[in-house]
């Protein structure tokens, strides 16, 4: 298993630019998670996906979206970059059985992600 | 304040010594999550745990609910430890697990 990819691993984007980040996980994970780290700060949720076709919002939504069409991708949209969207993100996914209780989460190796 | 709280934010070794990195939190949780970043930036799960002790290997995870405490050590560390390790609070909502994130605590070990 590749377990949680992430693409690219670096950008620079113009203010004003539009980006997709892609993550994918072959773990068959039903949650799938998106972060950003500043830095000295802790990881902040964006966005979080509990099944395909059900997407939520996080802390930290503004300026993004997310689509789930499928149970293995959950490409996070950056629209109008700005520079306080320089970050670090980070996807991640998590195995939640029906049942309730909570399984880790495993990440992806990240995007950096720097606007000018 | 922030809601998870981690002691100390950096912390430097030799090789060889005990190490302990604490986290403390203000809010009810339905289990703790401890993590590891990579210099090159990844991160790894390394515990969850809701209750009592878990070892792996050299690392060994405490949690005390009631004080609303938990502890991450090291034994023998080892220059390979170096990282950021983080825990993290799981808070459980109506429809998933949310994790609200210390902002770690840096290790460095030298030979």
């Known amino acids: 298993n590749a377990g949680v990819t992430q693409t690219p691993k670096f950008r620079i984007l113009k203010i004003g630019q539009s980006m997709t980040l892609q993550c994918t996980q072959d773990?068959?994970?039903?949650?799938m998670y998106w972060y950003r780290q500043d830095p000295g700060m802790g990881l902040k949720l964006i966005y979080y996906s509990v099944g395909a076709g059900i997407t939520d919002k996080g802390e930290v939504p503004n300026g993004y979206n997310v689509s789930r069409s499928t149970t293995e991708d959950f490409p996070l949209r950056l629209e109008l970059a700005a520079p306080s969207q320089t970050s670090v993100y980070f996807c991640?996914?998590?195995?939640?059985?029906?049942?309730?209780?909570?399984?880790?989460?495993?990440f992806g190796p990240g995007t950096r992600l720097t606007v000018t | 304040k922030n809601e998870v709280e981690q002691s100390p934010q950096n912390l430097t070794a030799q090789e060889g010594e005990f190490i302990t990195i604490n986290c403390s939190y203000s809010v009810g949780i339905s289990a703790l999550h401890w993590l590891q970043q990579h210099p090159g930036g990844g991160i790894v799960s390394l515990f969850m745990l809701s209750s009592g002790k878990k070892k792996h290997g050299r690392l060994i995870a405490t949690i005390n609910i009631q004080e609303k405490h938990s502890s991450l050590h090291i034994t023998a560390s080892h220059p390979r430890d170096s990282a950021v390790y983080i825990c993290a609070a799981v808070l459980q909502s109506y429809n998933t697990d949310k994790l609200i994130f210390g902002t770690g605590t840096r290790l460095q070990v030298f030979p």
């Open positions: 991640a996914s998590s195995y939640a059985p029906l049942a309730g209780g909570f399984h880790e989460q495993y």
């Open positions: 773990m068959n994970h039903n949650y």
